[in-house]
């Protein structure tokens, strides 16, 4: 199985801060990799999807990047809605494997 | 609007079975591939099954390979999990999810 080693886990965050959250696959996933984003009890939301597409309605201080095998989800200028928890997900190859998420905190 | 409408979850005791349904509307529900992920309590998301437009193909991960059934009425624009042998690590809010649009989810727990 593909493994998706997300980081950091956890991260203590200020608004206006520019955060990144990086997703390494252990074997090459091509662009098909999504990244969510899910506030407590709810659904998780699509936020890129094929590795740096914007999706609908997401507001444009979000983006998503690759280098090599390492994938990026971006914040810039953070603001108080994104204090939550992300999630990447690979769909390359089955079985489809989730990154163990980013919970983002405020300090 | 899309909208994707999971029912069916509940308490049921281990080694028993259960059927989630997922309603869709809103998209012509034949032409998309439809996937189940689930989330136990306090821990991340987990892909379960997926199902083709057509019902044709099938996937699962292991640990419900031959336990769980992936199945579609295209008809009826929905989308079941048929859940059998539970165990109590398959406790968690299960979603329906076409990538893009996701269910609200649907709590099984699995307990004596």
Known sequence: ?107 | EVQLVESGGGLVQPGRSMKLSCAASGFTFSNYGMAWVRQAPTKGLEWVATISYDGSSTYYRDSVKGRFTISRDNAKSTLYLQMNSLRSEDTATYYCTRARYWGQGVMVTVSS
């Open chain 1, 1 to 107: 199985d593909i493994q998706m080693t997300q980081s950091p886990s956890s991260m203590s965050v200020s608004l206006g801060d520019t955060v990144t959250i990086t997703c390494r696959a252990s074997q090459d996933v091509g662009i098909y990799v999504n990244w969510f984003q899910q506030k407590p009890g709810k659904s998780p939301r699509r936020m890129i999807y094929r590795a740096t597409n914007l999706a609908d309605g997401v507001p444009s201080r979000f983006s998503g990047s690759r280098s090599g095998s390492d994938y990026s989800l971006t914040i810039s200028s953070l603001e108080s809605e994104d204090v939550t928890d992300y999630h990447c997900l690979q769909y390359d190859e089955y079985p489809w494997t989730f990154g163990g998420g980013t919970k983002l905190e405020l300090k």
